[in-house]
């Protein structure tokens, strides 16, 4: 009996050191390449996860917030293109043109309480869909995503390396069986998953010390009167806009902030690989920070293209952060299966 509890005991720390051997081993890990994952990525493996394909889920799935954004972002050029990016181009003055039909006139005859608040339910009936309703219709979206891949469309990655992803989809880890991977920006199954522009709207309302300060008392008192003549429902109407630009805006740097751990992995890296990504403005700060955090000067960096005419474009964002243009090589998708494409150094 006491034999086999010791033995027990025995096989028990073993298990307990073996596995702390492990934890410190993955925990000391050095990597020497870090893939950067796009939606590109996604679409090779004949995914549907293009921004057009939410468009189709809109149009089935909720009419009343696809009329909202083909009414107040849809008029903007190539929208659906670069879907995220368009989100900062939001016309205040047509809501607010829209809007004044109902500011009915304090003096009118059928005047009621109901209406110091008209407009502004209608403003806050547009921000919402075009906030938590598109939102909530994006992440349904991307739920229902079937994962799979045409035939011979896998491509030949190292599941040992550092994973960045920029997709809210499961693709690296249904199709590749690869869970070392950051998605930086959340996954569907995350309600806070981050969608958005980089445009930070200024605050526009005025100093007023300052304009007291530069008008003088007086005159100062006059501006006073003139603002307090303004339309309270109207100003309460541009603060609900206004909340828009907050609830859409993808803050890039506190994100980086959040993933220091992550972007602290990165010093030993040899090779970044970018499969599927644009390099838009919007994602740049990342990519920055990622060459900030390499500490080989030499490392190379692959691009996939669907297009040649955006190589230029790629190699161009890549030495705006720093990378010399000797370290760039642009390659086909097919460059990543098991026998190697064409190549442009």
């Known amino acids: 009996m006491m034999q086999d509890r010791y033995q027990r005991w025995v ?4 298990r307990v050191r073996a596995k702390r051997r492990k934890s410190k081993k993955k925990k000391n890990q050095c990597y020497t390449k870090l893939y950067v994952i796009g939606n590109g990525f996604d679409l ?3 995914i549907q996860s293009s921004y057009f394909n939410f468009k189709d889920f809109l149009e089935e799935n909720d009419p009343d917030v696809i009329n909202v954004v083909d009414t107040y972002l849809g008029n903007i050029e190539d929208f659906w293109w670069n879907f995220e990016k368009s989100l900062a181009y939001l016309d205040e003055d047509q809501i607010l043109d829209h809007t004044s039909n109902y500011l009915v006139s304090y003096g009118a005859d059928d005047w009621s309480d109901a209406n110091h608040h008209d407009s502004q339910y209608e403003i806050n009936r547009i ?4 906030t938590r309703g598109l939102k909530q219709n994006f992440i349904d979206w991307v739920l229902q ?26 693709t690296l880890e249904k199709l590749y069986q690869i869970n070392n991977i950051n998605h930086i920006h959340g996954k569907a199954i995350d309600s806070d998953l981050i969608l958005g522009h980089d445009y930070k709207k200024p605050d526009n309302k005025p100093d007023l010390e300052k304009i007291r300060r530069e008008l003088g008392e007086e005159v100062y008192n006059e501006y006073l009167e003139e ?5 309270v429902r109207v100003t309460e109407g541009r603060d609900i806009i206004n909340s828009y630009f907050t609830d859409t805006y993808k803050p890039t740097s506190d994100i980086i902030k959040e993933n220091k751990a992550f972007f602290a992995k990165m010093k030993t890296i040899g090779e970044i690989i970018i499969i599927g990504h ?24 692959t691009v996939s293209y669907h297009d040649e005419k955006h190589i230029p474009k790629h190699r161009q964002a890549l030495k705006n952060i720093g990378v010399k243009n000797e370290q760039i090589n642009n390659v086909r998708m097919d ?9 442009f150094g």
């Open 335 to 343: 460059y990543f299966y098991p026998t190697e494409g064409v190549l």
């Open 227 to 231: 603002l307090s003549e303004d339309d």
């Open 11 to 14: 096989k028990y720390k073993k």
């Open 44 to 46: 090779h493996h004949g």
């Open 145 to 170: 995503i079937e994962i799979k891949h045409k035939k011979n469309q896998l491509l030949d990655l190292e599941k040992n390396s550092l994973f960045l992803s920029f997709n809210y989809t499961s």
């Open 278 to 301: 644009s390099l838009e403005d919007v994602d740049m700060p990342y990519f920055e920070e990622i060459f900030k955090s390499i500490h080989n000067s030499n490392s190379k960096w």
């Open 127 to 130: 921000i919402e869909s075009l």
